[in-house]
């Protein structure tokens, strides 16, 4: 008798039915926080460029000019009482490159020079960001420029205001004059100007405008002679006017000399934290890595790198 064999069992595929997908383990994706600047945030490659925040630069302009017109005018007002010269004081005791402007016979013309000399440089400065900007073809440039030399002239004035105030040094016309009246027992000084004698303005300003023109010059036109005549030009315009301010009796050549470095230096300055380059890239930045030992702990791998 035949037996029925048993029907074939079924494939476990079959079975189970349509084969579905892996499932792995989910792995929380590794996370870095980074704030290393991106090469989109550099300045083009051959070219200088620079950024100006209208508000904060202007903000910064106007309180600089306040507060170097209010100092101006507290002088004007005669209230701040200059220091008297001693009849006993030895001129000997200056600073050896001092000594001769407090017994020179000042020259009347040289003042008049000097503020000539100054207005010359002032000029330029009106007028360098307009030609700037009709040699770049662009009008933000020429805004840009103006801003920097409004910027590094009111930072010198007020600068220039608060030194004088502090210092309050005699002019030399006031050594002069104290030496011509010597035998007046009545006399005093009663200028409150002739006792403003540290540092130079004159000096300062047109090394302010010298330093931004010059630096602005191989900044735009580094393959060219136009920085270097710039230099050249600006370094005789602000030795001419140092050497006037010292034969007009109005300061010291050490007066002139602190004047001239501290104006330049501004003139350098300013330019250079407006630089697209070094505002946009970073100069220290951290990166921050997430870690998982293999016990399970969590941790991390900080970084920190910069640019000096």
Do not use: C
């Given at each position: 008798m035949a037996r029925a064999e048993d029907p074939p069992a079924p494939e476990s595929a079959a079975a189970e039915g349509p084969a579905k997908p892996e499932v792995q383990p989910s792995k929380a994706p590794e996370r870095q926080v980074s704030l290393d600047p991106s090469q989109s945030e550099v300045a083009p490659s051959g070219r200088t460029t620079f950024d100006i925040d209208p508000i904060a630069d202007s903000a910064m302009i106007a309180v600089s000019l306040g507060f170097a017109g209010t100092l101006e005018l507290i002088n004007s007002t005669g209230e701040i009482r200059p220091q008297q010269i001693d009849k006993r004081f030895d001129r000997s005791q200056l600073i050896w490159i001092d000594r001769g402007?407090?017994?020179?016979?000042?020259?009347?013309?040289?003042?008049?020079?000097?503020?000539?000399?100054?207005?010359?440089?002032?000029?330029?400065?009106l007028i360098?960001?307009?030609?700037?900007?009709?040699?770049?073809?662009?009008?933000?440039?020429?805004?840009?420029?103006?801003?920097?030399?409004?910027?590094?002239?009111?930072?010198?004035?007020?600068?220039?205001?608060?030194?004088?105030?502090?210092?309050?040094?005699?002019?030399?016309?006031?050594?002069?004059?104290?030496?011509?009246?010597?035998?007046?027992?009545?006399?005093?000084?009663?200028?409150?100007?002739?006792?403003?004698?540290?540092?130079s303005g004159?000096?300062?300003?047109t090394a302010t405008i010298s330093a931004t023109a010059t630096y602005l010059a191989f900044a735009r036109a580094p393959h060219s002679a136009r920085p270097w005549i710039t230099l050249l030009v600006g370094t005789g315009l602000t030795t001419f006017v140092s050497i006037e301010r010292v034969r007009a009796g109005q300061h010291f050549p050490t007066d002139v000399i602190a004047g001239s470095i501290a104006g330049a230096g501004m003139g350098?300055?300013?330019?250079?934290?407006?630089?697209?380059?070094?505002?946009?890239?970073?100069?220290?930045?951290?990166?921050?890595?997430?870690?998982?030992?293999?016990e399970g702990e969590h941790g991390g791998l900080l970084n920190v790198s910069g640019v000096f």
């Amino acid at each position: 008798m035949a037996r029925a064999e048993d029907p074939p069992a079924p494939e476990s595929a079959a079975a189970e039915g349509p084969a579905k997908p892996e499932v792995q383990p989910s792995k929380a994706p590794e996370r870095q926080v980074s704030l290393d600047p991106s090469q989109s945030e550099v300045a083009p490659s051959g070219r200088t460029t620079f950024d100006i925040d209208p508000i904060a630069d202007s903000a910064m302009i106007a309180v600089s000019l306040g507060f170097a017109g209010t100092l101006e005018l507290i002088n004007s007002t005669g209230e701040i009482r200059p220091q008297q010269i001693d009849k006993r004081f030895d001129r000997s005791q200056l600073i050896w490159i001092d000594r001769g402007a407090a017994t020179q016979t000042p020259d009347p013309n040289a003042g008049r020079y000097s503020t000539i000399g100054l207005g010359v440089a002032v000029a330029y400065a009106l007028i360098d960001p307009i030609m700037s900007g009709v040699r770049e073809k662009s009008v933000q440039t020429g805004v840009a420029d103006a801003f920097m030399y409004a910027e590094a002239l009111s930072f010198t004035m007020a600068m220039t205001n608060i030194v004088k105030m502090a210092v309050r040094r005699p002019r030399p016309i006031a050594y002069i004059d104290a030496a011509a009246h010597k035998d007046d027992p009545n006399y005093t000084n009663g200028s409150t100007d002739s006792a403003l004698s540290f540092f130079s303005g004159h000096a300062a300003i047109t090394a302010t405008i010298s330093a931004t023109a010059t630096y602005l010059a191989f900044a735009r036109a580094p393959h060219s002679a136009r920085p270097w005549i710039t230099l050249l030009v600006g370094t005789g315009l602000t030795t001419f006017v140092s050497i006037e301010r010292v034969r007009a009796g109005q300061h010291f050549p050490t007066d002139v000399i602190a004047g001239s470095i501290a104006g330049a230096g501004m003139g350098l300055v300013v330019p250079h934290l407006h630089r697209t380059d070094d505002i946009k890239q970073r100069r220290i930045w951290v990166g921050f890595t997430p870690l998982t030992t293999h016990e399970g702990e969590h941790g991390g791998l900080l970084n920190v790198s910069g640019v000096f």
